[in-house]
């Protein structure tokens, strides 16, 4: 069954420093693989997606997210956090189970606190 | 940018009671999607709509959930007498037809429903 796997509820980070979400995968063949942001009170917001070539994808807000195949990982990262970036993240892979309904399969997302 | 509109954002309601949610979709996206979230919880897939049927749905849409396109224009949610359990946030979800890039949903802001 393909799924996603976010380790941590929480992340905490000082503003200024680096910060990085984990996400882990499981999927039958090549992943598509997104980041969506979740402000209070908002809808899902895109931020990036790997779909094929270069494993370090950028993406909004000066987030980026590096695909590893032999560790099934799409984390994301931001060299330099920002009070701003506290929200709600959730890592998706689209389920290639499905045909081409495109639906995604989302993990548990991940709150970051950045503290200024 | 393009948005998906969702109405209402929030409606409070009696258990057995139906319910309409509403999505008005970006104008050349042709899939649409619903999910829910629950207070505190990931976000779930429940249906998938393209070409005027349902593409796919989960186990969470049981005979209680329907959806159409009765106009062209708004793609609804129905649920037919609420429970307890169908509180959520209910999210729709579209996305264009076409190549790789036409693999990222874009997500209106949410209808929070509440079952009292």
């Known amino acids: 069954a393909q799924s996603v796997a976010q380790p941590e509820d929480q992340v905490n980070v000082a503003e200024g420093n680096p910060l990085t979400v984990k996400c882990t995968y499981s999927?039958?063949?090549?992943?598509?693989l997104f980041w969506y942001v979740q402000y209070p009170n908002r809808g899902l917001q895109f931020l990036l997606k790997?779909?094929?070539?270069?494993?370090l994808v950028k993406g909004s807000y000066g987030f980026e997210a590096e695909f590893n195949k032999s560790q099934t990982s799409f984390h994301l990262k931001k060299p330099s956090a920002l009070v701003s970036d506290s929200a709600l993240y959730f890592c998706a892979v689209r389920d290639q189970s499905s045909g081409n309904t495109g639906k995604l399969i989302f993990g548990q997302g991940t709150t970051l606190q950045v503290k200024p | 940018e393009p948005e998906v509109t969702q109405t209402p954002s929030h409606q409070v309601t009696q258990m057995g009671q139906e319910v309409i949610l509403r999505c008005v979709p970006i104008s050349n996206h042709l899939y649409f999607y619903w999910y829910r979230q629950i207070l505190g919880q990931k976000v779930e897939f429940l249906v998938s709509?393209?070409?005027?049927?349902?593409?796919?749905k989960s186990e969470i849409f049981d005979d209680q959930f329907s959806v159409e396109r009765p106009d062209g224009s708004n793609f609804t949610l129905k649920i037919r007498s609420t429970k307890l359990e169908d509180s959520a946030m209910y999210f729709c979800?579209?996305?264009?037809?076409?190549?790789?890039?036409?693999?990222?949903?874009?997500f209106g802001a949410g209808s929070r429903l509440t079952v009292l």
């Open positions: 979800a579209t996305r264009r037809q076409g190549s790789s890039g036409a693999n990222v949903l874009t």
């Open positions: 709509f393209y070409n005027n049927e349902i593409s796919e």
């Open positions: 999927v039958s063949g090549n992943p598509y």
């Open positions: 790997y779909i094929t070539g270069d494993n």
